[in-house]
């Protein structure tokens, strides 16, 4: 099981929330270049970064950051947040990012996602399910939509998707454990796709037992901010 690091952005800089709440963020570091080279340090190869101001106006407001870390390290990097057209794409991929993070274009725009799969190959992307109550959550977590998770995994599955993070978003930020239940419910009805974890991970137990259910990868932000899960702990999965 890869562990994929996050790095949240508001305004340059490194930040977490709670349950996606815009007004309960905390600011964990001034450069995300320098805690990107951390991760690099320790032997980790991913990297998960999220533009939460771009998610949330649906325009892409970081950029620049990508383009710093990118440069400036050897990592693999996924990136999302306000990317709604062609020439987002393209800048995300020209800023040096390895795949699209996509999530609310592909509730919304699913025509247009699936252009881009067809124009850039679904290898360059990473399909993002945010779950809130049950449902998908989109623009930033701000909107709640009726649509259940598992049909939206299986529909872009089906266009040659194969690996996908899903978040809980009650459960991000609040180091209260990973949605285990619903993990075990996407991998039953779709046993082949690489379901990477998102959200309320605190310890390496849960990071343990994520990977005795099947999940082929773990995104880890808050737990690492607060030392919850220390960076010699990290490195084990390093590789």
Same mark, same amino acid.
């Given at each position: ?25 905390? *600011?964990? %570091?001034?450069?995300? #270049? ?8 320790? &032997? +980790?190869? =991913? ?96 909107? *709640?939509? %009726?649509?259940?998770? #598992? ?8 266009? &040659? +998707?194969? =690996? ?76």
């Amino acid at each position: 099981m890869k562990v994929i690091p996050a790095i949240d952005i508001i305004d340059g800089k490194c930040v977490r929330l709670s349950q996606g709440d815009f007004t309960r963020s905390v *600011i964990y %570091d001034e450069s995300p #270049v320098d805690v990107a080279k951390r991760f690099e340090d320790i &032997g +980790l190869k =991913r990297l998960h970064m999220v533009d939460l101001e771009g998610a949330k106006r649906g325009t892409i407001a970081n950029i620049r950051v990508l383009e710093a870390v990118a440069s400036q390290t050897n990592l693999t990097i996924d990136f999302g947040g306000g990317a709604k057209t062609d020439e987002d794409v393209q800048a995300i991929f020209a800023a040096g990012a390895a795949m699209a993070s996509i999530g609310s274009a592909a509730v919304k725009s699913p025509q247009r996602f699936a252009s881009w799969l067809e124009t850039f190959g679904p290898e360059r992307f990473l399909l993002g399910a945010d779950v809130k109550k049950g449902k998908l959550s989109v623009d930033g977590w701000q909107t *709640i939509t %009726d649509l259940d998770v #598992v049909p939206f995994l299986a529909e872009y599955r089906a266009r &040659g +998707l194969t =690996r996908a993070f899903v978040t809980d978003v009650s459960s991000d930020g609040m180091l209260e454990g990973p949605a285990i239940d619903l993990y075990r419910r996407i991998l039953a009805d779709l046993p082949e796709l690489d379901l990477i974890a998102s959200g309320g991970v605190r310890s390496v137990a849960d990071l343990q037992e994520l990977e005795s259910i099947g999940c082929g990868g773990v995104i880890v932000g808050k737990a690492l901010y607060e030392n919850r899960i220390s960076l010699k702990e990290l490195s084990r999965y390093a590789g």
